[in-house]
């Protein structure tokens, strides 16, 4: 999966015909021949939401009735799904928000949190509830819990903007410095991360600006999942199969996306559990991935004194999932002055979730296999917690309760062990 999601409809020749699923349509008022051409062969300039609000084109409507009048009709043209690429996505994504009580045409990622709260708990809400209603949906159901743990931290820092304010923070990561420079001298600083280092070294050059820009690049990859595959999960749920079908001969979907709902919708634990890996990789890879790389590149690096420092308060309030700080912490090791071999430890990540490969083993190698085994073993448990007003679940993942900890924790427990 290495195609620039942006350019999907351009770089992805249709393989299938189109699916003639114009009963949606039933009763929409019929569109004309020249409304029609109007949106037929759209890029899709808004497709990571990073561009303007609403949906994946400016010159799209977003009222339901018009698209389903559009869409029917493109149908009945006979014409490749190719042509109505952006017109059958618009589609499925403004059925998905009306389902989910959101207004897509007033959807502004790039207003901030406060802004957008209400439409990120309504977002993370109706993940969950698709797990609630279909059993086989594992990636609504984990990324509504983890969503909720990621979207508290970021009420913190636009609320607050004290948990990378820094200051607990810098001074924590100051130590570390300091502690491997004394040990080992500047090859020690050499093995700690680089966004460890940045935020020891320059967290008093962020702004309020900075800091601002970071919570709404955080907010429009939010709706950026949302926008790829809440649309997928409506389809699949309403129309099965043949919806997915629809997408794929349309270009929106490649062929590893497709194969990955038809092991959903198999209902063999192995396949499903394959199928959801496959869309938790396409939202890390392909949604999100160069807008966290790009993040992290922010101001000349700057950007990679958020990245960690959000590593470093992460917690997933999934049960028996460690924090991302314990996540591969920190080991510097080296030669003392006295010519004796050592080992430095702090309860630090070693490791900075912005960047895919380490955030995909985390992933992969933590949150996958406990949520599986919590939604095929334990299903009362998992039901009973993915029932808890979401409002609850927002709150109650809170950053600023655990920077105290971490910082104690960092004074307390970093050690060095001669050998």
Partial sequence: MTFPI????????????????????????AASATELDEVLNLPLTNRLADQAPGGVHAALPTDLAALESLVAQARRSGRPATDYAAL?????????????????????????????????IRSYRYYENFQLAHRELLWAGMGGMVGGDFGGGIADMELANTVYGLPGLQDAARSVLGAAESAFGPAGIEQLPGGLRTLAERASDLTTADLDWFVRRVVIMQKAIFDDLMPMHYAYTHEGLAAIDEYHAAGVIPDDVRTAWYDIASREPDRVAAGNTALLRREQLTVVGELWDETRAYRDGLGGALTYAMTMVGSPSLAGVPPLRNHRPITVTGTLPDGRSATLTTPLPAWDWSVFDERWAYVDGELLPRYRDLAENHWPTLEAVLEVPYEHQFESQRATARIPQIVGDVAAATTLTVH
Avoid: H, K
């Avoid at 409809?9 to 699916?19: C, K």
């Avoid at 389902?99 to 207003?111: K, Q, R, T, V």
């Fill in 88 to 120: 059958l996505l618009q589609y499925r994504l403004v059925q998905a928000t009306t389902e989910a009580g959101i207004d897509l045409a007033g959807w502004d990622p790039s207003a901030g949190f406060i802004a957008n709260r209400d439409n990120m």
């Fill in 6 to 29: 942006g350019r999907l409809a351009a770089r992805l020749a249709a393989a299938l015909p189109p699916v003639l699923l114009a009963a949606s349509a039933l009763g929409a008022p």
